[in-house]
């Protein structure tokens, strides 16, 4: 048999209901989203100021064990936010990984600033730590406090990295590296709601991080997303900043600062906290999904499936297969095979310096993520599945 046709056989095996029309991952209404959704209609609180809109960031503390979380209108704003409250300036250079959704390359733009892309590991498909120290020492000096780009001169300001399909990167060795060259770390923690590093939840390691709460995450608000920091003061930042920087007061509309319309609406909130209720659920089903997909994937040659390392308790968010050798020619045969049998399956992002805004900006040789490209697929990994 050819590696498609036993890769076909596989997700068959692991799916046996299943026949046609499965989708990559999809939103799941079960609990009491329809009865908080009307209590906004029927109260009139629809817009950004409302009880659900509250509750959320109190839940996502709860969840997540950050001190402070504040909602907003997607993950991609939240990021946004999260690199001015690092104190990116424009000018600065931030470490980004090329392996990627296109959203954490652009935040760093956004602010005027530039993405400097470094490679992933295989193990994680996050950040390579002992790599990154090894690169910086090559590219980069500390002038004091400040980490410099011997080549371009600039600030080396930031290091964002991200847990890729709810995969925590290593956030211990990240974390000493960033302390070492006097990098502020943020995490892009779009991915990763549920997940948790040696048994803190991800989100926690970083100065300041993002959720985000798009329709194929793994709890939705229809659109939204949240920062969380354990710092008050950044807290309170992240609060200001992303509801136009008002000040209160009874009837005047002063504003101290630049401020943005970020704010989630009460609608997405209670949403999000019907769906936040569902999490345990939700994730329950998707290891039983993964289990049953190890299983299916044991005895398949040529392919494995990312499987969490030690110091790792994941989402399970998508689950992912990676080629033991490296080919985009044998990938999309595998995604051609897939998807014409209705199993909907997709390669990994672009990689960030591959794309026509970011081609230009500095990075390091990105072999391991060049690799990853050509051997990465994900497969259909809605919760549902684990009932067929
Ligand atoms: C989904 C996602 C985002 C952006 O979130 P939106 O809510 O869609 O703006 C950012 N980074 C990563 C890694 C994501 O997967």
Redesign the pocket.
Known sequence: MSLSDQVLAAVRAALPACEGGVSLHEPEFRGQEWAYLKDCLDTGWVSSVGAYVDRIERDLEAITGAAHAVAT???????DICLRLAGVKPGDEVLVPTL?????AN?VAYQGATPHFVDSEAATLGVDPVRLDTYLHQTARLNGDVCLNTRTGAPIRALMV???FGHPCDLDGLAEVAARWKLVLVE????GLGSRWNGRHVGNAGLVS?L???G??IVTTG???AILTNDAELGRRAKHLTTTARVPHKWSFIHDELGWNYRMPNLNAALGCAQLERLPDMMARKAVLARRYAEAFRDVEGVRLLTPGAGAEVNHWLNALILDRPDMATRDALLEALNAAGFMARPLWTLMHRLPMHADCPRDDLPVAEALEASVINIPSSARLAEA
């Open positions: 209108s997607n993950g991609t704003a939240a990021l990627t959704f296109v959203a954490t935040a991200m847990h890729v892009d923690a779009a991915e993002a985000s709460f798009n194929n995450k659109g939204g997303g």
